[in-house]
């Protein structure tokens, strides 16, 4: 009868087996202000904002890397190991939509991004005057940023504008709002308001536009010069024939 033999197994490789899948299993992770994956952090204007990034399920020291955008971020030596803080401050216009990157430096693919949402009101203010001639295309240009985006109403002598048809035309980026004015009439006169409002904060911005009468088709400068010149060349003409007037004489 043949007789089975079975392979003896060491004491202590089953418990090591299964330790290591365990550590394959869990891996190194990162957290950014306790968030393990991406995400958007919403702020204000001036104080400052700080990030904190931090290994997870490590057994030895992980150096950690920053980056603003594409550009890395310098840190003290004192502030990159496991565990790295960087500091916003103070937190300004320039910031909103700027994306800040956590990376764990032996592994660039292990990382926690956050985009910073700043928001602010609108910050316009101030006063324009335009001339324009009677009948000509005159556009009003209002340059504002804002977040979240302001709604924009444009104001004639402290009233609603009435837009005409075929006459004013608006348009509107998260940045400019402009007023189209088409062959501006004298009844045109008076001053325009930009008004921009949001939730956070309202601005506005006047413009005081002068139409101003329709210049003639052949200015009087011209003509006065036109007319030097012809008398100019009529005296020369006479100097330059005085010869033969005077044998007529």
């Not at 957290?31 to 997870?56: K, M, Q, R, Y």
């Not at 004013?168 to 009844?187: A, G, M, N, P, R």
């Not at 006047?206 to 003509?223: C, G, S, T």
Request: charged share 20%; proline share 4%; with cysteine.
């Amino acid at each position: 009868m043949a007789q089975r033999r079975s392979l003896a197994i060491p004491y202590g490789v089953p418990v090591l087996a299964i330790s290591f899948l365990a550590c394959m299993a869990t891996g190194l992770e990162l957290s950014v202000n306790n968030h393990a994956a991406d995400f958007t952090l919403s702020t204000e204007l001036g104080p400052p904002i700080s990030l904190s990034c931090l290994v997870h399920n490590s057994s030895q020291a992980e150096e950690l890397l920053w980056y603003r955008g594409e550009g890395q971020v310098g840190l003290k030596d004192g502030n990159k190991v496991n565990i790295s803080n960087i500091c916003i401050s103070p937190v300004n216009e320039s910031d909103n939509g700027v994306t800040f990157t956590c990376k764990l430096a032996r592994d660039k693919s292990v990382q926690v991004s956050v985009i910073l949402d700043v928001q602010f009101p609108p910050r316009l203010s101030g006063e324009e005057t335009i001339h324009v001639e009677e009948d000509k295309d005159v556009t009003l240009t209002c340059n504002s940023k804002s977040n979240p985006q302001a709604q924009t109403t444009w104001n004639k002598d402290n009233h609603i504008l009435t837009l005409q048809q075929n006459r004013h035309e608006l348009y509107q980026t998260s940045e400019v709002f402009q007023l189209s004015i088409k062959k501006v009439q004298k009844s045109d006169n008076g001053t325009y308001t930009c008004v921009v409002e949001s939730r956070l904060g309202n601005g506005t911005k006047d413009f005081h536009l002068i139409v101003e009468d329709k210049k003639p088709i052949f200015p009087k400068e011209a003509v006065i010069a036109a007319v030097v010149v012809v008398t100019v060349t009529i005296l020369f003409g006479i100097v330059a024939r005085k010869d033969k007037f005077f044998k007529v004489w």
